[in-house]
């Protein structure tokens, strides 16, 4: 089983958030007597980040390119600010402190 939530790290007219993954492996049985069975455990997965512009709907971060499509009014300084900053949209603290930058034009 696979569970998440969303986990607002940014707001403003701008907003990006992060959906953390948690999945539950359940307990196997020992498949033969010189083996150990395992316990069941939550592994944490992969985390994925969306934005929202103002009402719209939240679209997926699939890469910095896309995100940067999605603000057209600011589009050019996005892009000189991600490659100055060196900003990866795998990494919580750059999407924000790149939502912080969008926000602070309003």
């Given at each position: 089983?696979?569970?998440?939530?969303?986990?607002?790290?940014?707001?403003?007219?701008?907003?990006?958030?992060?959906?953390?993954?948690?999945?539950?492996?359940?307990?196997?049985?020992?498949?033969?007597?010189?083996?150990e069975?395992?316990?069941?455990?939550?592994?944490?997965l992969q985390?994925?980040?969306?934005?929202?512009?103002?009402?719209?709907?939240?679209?997926?971060?699939?890469?910095?390119?896309?995100?940067?499509?999605?603000?057209?009014?600011r589009?050019?300084?996005?892009?000189?600010?991600?490659?100055?900053?060196?900003?990866?949209?795998?990494?919580?603290?750059?999407?924000?402190?790149?939502?912080?930058?969008?926000?602070?034009?309003?």
């Amino acid at each position: 089983m696979i569970w998440g939530y969303l986990d607002m790290l940014d707001g403003g007219k701008a907003k990006v958030f992060r959906k953390k993954m948690v999945g539950f492996r359940g307990a196997q049985l020992a498949q033969t007597l010189q083996s150990e069975g395992t316990p069941a455990k939550f592994q944490e997965l992969q985390d994925f980040y969306y934005y929202q512009i103002g009402d719209s709907d939240v679209t997926k971060i699939e890469n910095m390119k896309s995100m940067i499509q999605g603000f057209p009014d600011r589009k050019d300084e996005l892009n000189s600010f991600v490659k100055k900053e060196k900003i990866s949209h795998r990494n919580s603290e750059d999407l924000d402190r790149t939502i912080q930058y969008y926000n602070s034009f309003q």
